[in-house]
């Protein structure tokens, strides 16, 4: 799952096309340990392990293929970059330190943590980009999972839902209802929208980012459940 900038967020997309790649892991944490064996199982080697932190190179060199950033700079356009790191605001640091060596961002992959790794940064969501991003990946792995989204709806008895969509997020739930009895009976994207009045089952927020501001206000307005995209993608 790319971005338009070409930076590839999904580990198991990568590695359909990681074979044979010259591929930098930086982050020696617990979370760039998990990716580093991730890619080792599925028979995808790994050039060089990079931190920022020396100290914790030197001691895992005897474990892991490390250097340090300043030995690959010469070569830096040969490789693939993944940053390994949990948290949302160190792993925008690392990325501009890339880039300022020169790494294109069609050469970096961001693995987004999920909840089943352990790895899931609470942090994501205070963050925009990173945000959608999280919420677009969990969503797919739960269709590729086999997931149905509607069952959600239909075993809670929720049958006509009223959506407030973001622009990022516009179409997607739709989809997942095709063929199912849970209709999408009105759309909207302002809370000025919304009317005391509006006969629904539940209302579904498509906004994680501001989902709390959101939820907040629309509990002013009705007793109805609000749910969350989480609520349904976390599967």
């Not at 580093?36 to 932190?53: P, Q």
């Not at 999972?145 to 049958?159: M, R, V, W």
């Not at 907040?216 to 349904?232: F, G, H």
């Amino acid at each position: 799952m790319k971005d338009l900038n070409g930076i590839e967020y999904d580990i198991y997309d990568f590695m359909s096309y990681a074979y044979g790649k010259k591929i930098v892991i930086f982050g020696a944490g617990k979370y760039g340990n998990h990716i580093y064996e991730t890619l080792m199982n599925k028979g995808i080697s790994v050039s060089a392990v990079c931190d920022n932190n020396k100290e914790r190179l030197d001691s895992l060199k005897d474990k892991y293929p490390v250097s340090s950033l300043e030995n690959l700079k010469n070569a830096v356009e040969e490789y693939y970059f993944i940053i390994a790191i949990a948290k949302i605001e160190t792993v925008k640091i690392i990325r501009s330190q890339l880039c300022q060596y020169g790494v294109r961002p069609d050469r970096l992959i961001i693995p987004l943590p999920d909840i089943k790794t352990g790895y899931f940064d609470s942090l994501i969501m205070f963050d925009s980009e990173y945000c959608v991003q999280a919420v677009k990946e969990h969503w797919k792995r739960a269709r590729h999972c086999g997931a149905q989204i509607a069952d959600y709806f239909e075993t809670n008895d929720l049958y006509r839902l009223i959506v407030f969509e973001t622009d990022e997020l516009k179409g997607r739930l739709d989809q997942d209802l095709l063929n199912s009895r849970v209709v999408i009976k009105k759309k909207i994207h302002a809370l000025e929208e919304f009317t005391e009045e509006e006969e629904c089952d539940a209302v579904v927020v498509l906004d994680e980012e501001n989902y709390e501001v959101i939820e907040e206000r629309l509990m002013q307005k009705t007793e109805k459940p609000i749910i969350s995209i989480w609520d349904v993608v976390r599967f």
